[in-house]
């Protein structure tokens, strides 16, 4: 079995901003990991994945994240935020065998002010 | 980009009531899904359908829960006696094919149990 662990429930930010969103997991197995964004009213986009490969993974917007298999954490970053960048953030894991269904974090929500 | 539609977005029911909730995926995927997640708490893995049947559920989906998709186009989920605790964000979610890693969802539909 997986599970997912977002630490920060909410995330406030002045605009230009770097932030870290952190992501930590726990598996008996491999496992592939994901950030997915739900923007106000929509449904979650994903916004990147790491399934093997380079450790660091670079997504869609700007944001990057980084596999720390040591660590079992995925952290979520971006340099410079926008105020566009508000949402709803979770990171999701799934174990490369076995159950094909997504766990996935809490969510962590990013506020980016003015 | 292609979107899941999801209808009604808000749905409100007396307990013990039946209600379906309607998914549209995107036409030319094979694999669907429904999510859900409680205010507050994660996004929680329900069901997955592929073929015409149920490929793995979570121990949520009890025999209250069943779904179906009666036509081409369509995807629903029913709950048979509603309960308090049904109360939550319910999220449809499709993809083409079982390598490809990229769920689209659809924006929900907010059940609450009255």
């Known amino acids: 079995a997986q599970s997912v662990t977002q630490l920060d429930s909410q995330v406030p930010v002045f605009e230009e901003a770097p932030v870290e969103l952190r992501c930590n997991y726990s598996?008996?197995?491999?496992?592939?990991l994901f950030w997915y964004v739900q923007y106000p009213n929509q449904g979650l986009q994903l916004l990147l994945k790491?399934?093997?490969?380079?450790?660091l993974v670079k997504g869609i917007n700007g944001f990057e994240a980084e596999f720390n298999k040591s660590q079992t954490s995925f952290h979520l970053r971006k340099p410079s935020v926008h105020i566009s960048d508000t949402a709803e953030y979770f990171c999701a894991v799934k174990g490369d065998t076995g159950r094909r269904a997504l766990t996935f974090g809490s969510g962590t929500r990013l506020q980016v002010q003015p | 980009e292609p979107e899941v539609t999801q209808t009604p977005s808000h749905q409100v029911t007396q307990m013990g009531q039946e209600v379906i909730l309607r998914c549209v995926p995107i036409s030319n995927h094979l694999y669907f899904y429904w999510y859900r997640q409680i205010l507050g708490q994660k996004v929680e893995f329900l069901v997955s359908?592929?073929?015409?049947?149920?490929?793995?559920k979570s121990e949520i989906f009890d025999d209250q829960f069943s779904v179906e998709r009666p036509d081409g186009s369509n995807f629903t989920l029913k709950i048979r006696s509603t309960k308090l605790e049904d109360s939550a964000m319910y999220f449809c979610?499709?993809?083409?094919?079982?390598?490809?890693?990229?769920?689209?969802f659809g924006s929900g539909t907010q059940l609450s149990v009255l």
């Open positions: 598996s008996s197995v491999s496992v592939y």
């Open positions: 790491y399934l093997s490969g380079s450790t």
């Open positions: 979610a499709s993809k083409d094919r079982l390598a490809n890693e990229k769920l689209f």
């Open positions: 359908f592929y073929n015409n049947e149920i490929s793995e």
